[in-house]
């Protein structure tokens, strides 16, 4: 049942606002067909994020046009020094915003929550959150720098916990592993489901059954480049290792960021410019599925993840994975396809591996395949619809 409430959502999410008033974000992940699953419930969604002015739009950015999608912008800061010096506008931006919603749910972690942590431990106050990474592999060591790396860690998970102990209702991205590290323990109603929702349109109809599909074996990778999180430097240095060992290959890095610039770097520090290519950034599924299409192995190095929606979608095109056993990726990639954080030994081997042995990639790709359609949207939309209506249910005390 639908009701007449509006929910703030509180997320990590960026936003660029223009001239207009028009608000748009770096990616179709995140434009109308994300924030219309709110709508099934409430009758208005408020994402509650930074937001920055600019005159010109980039490229490749997205706009929201859903007519009941009003964002409530916040100050925009990046990094802890700009943190502390905009923390007292930023509180009180953040508690003006929730005294206009009717209900909340946090994207967490973002550290948007913890600027209002006491608000959220208040007794009365009913919230939800969505459990969508693990804020201590967020600062670990290799994805975050900073001299107070240790700190803010230790800090986040506390916070965080203790944030997920308090809510009424919680989702998780994972079967068991977030569950377990941040556990509902005072929640209403519970349940996991994945921020992916793939339409069958977006899987293909049968596995890959030659390998490798063009005259070269083609790894790649599509990802955010705004931190060291996703391993690309692993990925670049396994490379090498591959073609120094006589593997015939070729790589594509597809995402833009502030670490794009540092791959390339590294790229021609290892000299191999002449086989790995940076298209930049993708906005639409489209554009993301015709990068997919022409792999034959996907690698995601991780440093930090929940449940990363880049492996599902190349689980939905046929394709062998290899990953971290990060987070929750351990419950959706094989532990034969995994290896060791900042491993490129092991990364390389696994690479020559799939490539020395086709037919288990065609063995693979049929599995993968299977798995994806665990996360159709008809098989995780009832379960979001039941967190979203046990919140708007709850008590307002």
């Not at 923390?87 to 209002?116: A, C, H, M, Q, Y």
């Not at 916990?161 to 308090?166: A, P, Q, T």
Request: net charge positive.
């Amino acid at each position: 049942m639908k009701s007449n409430q509006v929910l703030g959502v509180i997320c990590n999410n960026r936003m660029l606002s223009d001239a207009n008033g028009d608000y748009w974000v770096s990616k179709q992940t995140y434009g109308d067909s994300f924030w219309i699953r709110y709508l099934a419930v409430f009758s208005v969604v408020r994402p509650i994020c930074r937001v920055t002015k600019v005159n010109k739009v980039p490229d490749g950015w997205v706009k929201i046009t859903l007519e009941n999608v009003k964002p409530i912008p916040i100050t925009g800061f990046e990094g802890i020094g700009q943190l502390i010096k905009v923390f007292s506008v930023l509180r009180k931006e953040l508690l003006n915003s929730i005294n206009i919603v009717d209900k909340v749910i946090v994207r967490g972690p973002t550290i948007l929550s913890s600027v209002i942590q006491d608000w959220f431990m208040k007794n009365d106050t009913a919230y939800g959150i969505e459990v969508v990474s693990d804020p201590w592999d967020d600062f670990a060591k290799g994805s975050y720098k900073h001299k107070l790396r240790f700190f803010l860690q230790q800090f986040s998970y506390i916070t965080f916990k203790m944030l997920v102990k308090n809510a009424y209702v919680i989702s998780y991205v994972t079967s068991s592993y977030l569950q377990n590290k941040y556990p509902a323990k005072n929640a209403a109603f519970s349940t996991n489901y994945s921020s992916i929702s793939l339409k069958s349109s977006d899987i293909v109809d049968q596995e890959i059954r030659v390998f490798p599909r063009g005259d070269i074996w083609h790894v790649g990778l599509i990802a955010r480049l705004d931190t060291p999180h996703k391993g690309g430097d692993v990925l670049l240095r396994a490379v090498r290792k591959c073609l120094t060992a006589g593997a015939q290959l070729k790589c594509t890095i597809v995402g833009d960021g502030k670490e794009l610039a540092v791959l390339k770097e590294l790229a021609l520090k290892l000299d191999i410019v002449d086989r790995v290519v940076f298209p930049g950034a993708v906005s639409t599924k489209s554009d993301v599925f015709k990068y997919l299409d022409s792999f034959d192995i996907f690698a995601l190095p991780t440093r930090q993840e929940g449940l990363p929606r880049s492996v599902i979608e190349a689980m939905a095109r046929g394709l062998p994975c290899l990953s971290t056993p990060i987070g929750g990726v351990p419950e959706i990639v094989n532990a034969s396809e995994l290896f060791e954080l900042d491993n490129v030994d092991e990364l390389a081997k696994r690479i020559i591996n799939l490539i020395d042995n086709p037919d288990y990639c065609v063995l693979l790709s049929e599995q993968n395949l299977q798995k994806s359609q665990n996360y159709e949207e008809t098989e995780l939309e009832v379960r979001r619809n039941k967190l979203y209506s046990v919140l708007m249910e709850a008590p307002v005390k």
